[in-house]
């Protein structure tokens, strides 16, 4: 299970996920300086989806022995970040501004889980693509 570079890639994502929560993505320009640091932890859609994504992302490490089911769950994972990135673009630009709003280095992690979710999905491809040509082989 460990020496597969796919669960390496997953267990990435899941540890992303989890200081997605606690660091701060950004900040608000004009607000006081308490109130000023957006985290995951405020924003209760934001926190579940992180968890929802790193969940997802276990469980797929420990499907090592169904791979084709493994690639399900890490595409349908890869779908998940990619709306996750969206719906806090929408956040970010609907309800704060872009003019009021400051990247932190939070909000990176979002696009490095969907890149290790890409990555771990590649490694998981490429080993059903062995494994088929060592049974043609046969």
Same mark, same amino acid.
């Not at 997605?20 to 924003?43: R, V, Y």
């Not at 280095?105 to 062995?130: Q, R, T």
């Given at each position: 299970?460990?020496? &597969? #570079?796919?669960?390496?890639?997953?267990?990435?994502? /899941?540890? /992303?996920? %989890?200081?997605?929560?606690?660091?701060?993505?950004?900040?608000?320009?004009?607000?006081?300086?308490a109130l000023s640091?957006?985290?995951? !932890? $405020?924003?209760?859609?934001?926190?579940?989806? %992180?968890?929802?994504?790193?969940?997802?992302? *276990?469980?797929?490490?420990?499907?090592?022995? $169904?791979? !084709?089911?493994?690639?399900?769950?890490?595409?349908? $994972?890869?779908?998940?970040?990619? %709306?996750?990135? +969206?719906?806090m673009a929408y956040?970010?630009?609907?309800? *704060?501004?872009?003019?009021?709003? +400051?990247? !932190?280095?939070? %909000?990176?992690?979002?696009?490095? #889980?969907?890149?290790? $979710?890409?990555?771990?999905? +590649?490694?998981?491809?490429?080993?059903?693509?062995?494994? &088929?040509s060592m049974d &043609?082989?046969?």
């Amino acid at each position: 299970m460990i020496q &597969r #570079i796919q669960t390496i890639y997953l267990l990435l994502v /899941a540890i /992303a996920c %989890a200081t997605f929560i606690f660091i701060p993505f950004g900040e608000l320009k004009n607000a006081e300086p308490a109130l000023s640091q957006l985290t995951a !932890k $405020n924003f209760p859609t934001d926190m579940i989806g %992180a968890i929802a994504i790193a969940l997802i992302a *276990v469980v797929a490490i420990f499907l090592y022995g $169904n791979r !084709k089911q493994q690639m399900k769950i890490v595409l349908v $994972n890869c779908v998940l970040s990619v %709306a996750f990135i +969206g719906w806090m673009a929408y956040g970010i630009v609907q309800h *704060v501004g872009l003019s009021n709003y +400051g990247f !932190k280095i939070g %909000a990176l992690l979002p696009v490095f #889980i969907l890149l290790f $979710n890409l990555l771990a999905y +590649g490694s998981i491809k490429s080993d059903e693509k062995l494994v &088929r040509s060592m049974d &043609r082989l046969r």
